[in-house]
């Protein structure tokens, strides 16, 4: 049986130039990079070039690079970092969305319960905030507005540019978490007016456990790990350098790629989509013009999503219904919860998330085999039995 990958947002395939770029690294260049010999110094220049052609693809200067464990590690240190530094200055308000990644949403509770005040904006049902209701939530002592780039289940992408703009003319610290984005669709730091974002190498063809914090010249950055000088005294540890040769080559080939990837993937996304939405009592989640090229989600009423994926697995289609972190959990979304949809809808949620590697015959078995499953599962449902026999509404 085939196997029909389609759960890139929860993590991707490695490159094959990925894998090249690191296997030196891990067998011939050994060498520690804090070591002043011959061997180590071949190795720092790695580092260094690796570096250097991180920043090139994402427009900022190399030592405005700092190397991380992943996208989840760079979003806590920038979060840790600019609350410290408000509070210092008595500054403890934190601007964000409601549904952002775990990642970012954790460290602020945390946070909360350490004397910060944090707003949470609701976004609309198009999954979209815009500029204004940022600006309109700044205040004297905002330390920070941390607002994801694009949102990993439903693919939403925000106005990064104007909140950026709105922050720095506020002189207000902004991040975003830009893990679904970076090496998908065009990331330049200097245009954003970014002065923290977070990427990770496997979110676009690199090694799992690698990723960066991009922190503007300026900005003042807290130390992550104490024990050491690297990255400039900010996160001590000898540097994971055959994954961070992996992200430089696949950050490259991305971008390299991105043009002619996104138009295969836009295409594939737009057939899911009409192919799905014939699926009575179905919808899309998240706008569907401000979206990543590779994001399908979509609502079948009366059925559960876990047991949609669990029969879809069977059929060898490797899907989501939604965040790899709170799946195996009965809760719904708190994604699709924002967009104010009802829990028993939220619970029959489908997350299609493409890469270069689908094809059109990866689509047409999709577009075969959900139709079916839902059916079945509709079939023996009580919840839908009541909405046909129009005991319940129908909501979708
Ligand atoms: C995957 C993901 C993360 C976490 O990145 P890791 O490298 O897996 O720690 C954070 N934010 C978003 C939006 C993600 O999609």
Known sequence: MKTVYVDNAATTAMSDRAIEAMTPYLKGVYGNPSSLHSVGQTAKEALDSARARIAKCINCEPREIYFTSGGSEADNQAIRSAAANGARKGKKHIITTVFEHHAVLHPLKKLEKEGFEVTYLDVHSNGLITAEEV??????????????????????????????????????????DAVQAVGHVPVDCAALKVDMLSLSAHKFHGAKGVGALYVRRGVPLQTFVEGGAQERGKRAGTENLAGIASMAAALEEACEKMQAVSAKERELRDRLIDGLLKIPHSRLNGDRESRLPSNVNMCFEGIEGESLLLLLDAKGICASSGSACTSGSLDPSHVLLALGLPHEVAHGSLRLSLSSENTREDVEIILREVPKVVEYLRGISPVWEKLEKGEAPHLI
């Open 135 to 176: 600006a309109a939530a700044i205040r004297p002592d905002t330390a920070l507005v941390t607002v994801m780039f694009a949102n990993n289940e439903i693919g939403t992408i925000q106005p990064i540019a104007e909140i950026g703009k709105i922050c720095r003319e506020r002189g207000v610290i902004f991040h975003t």
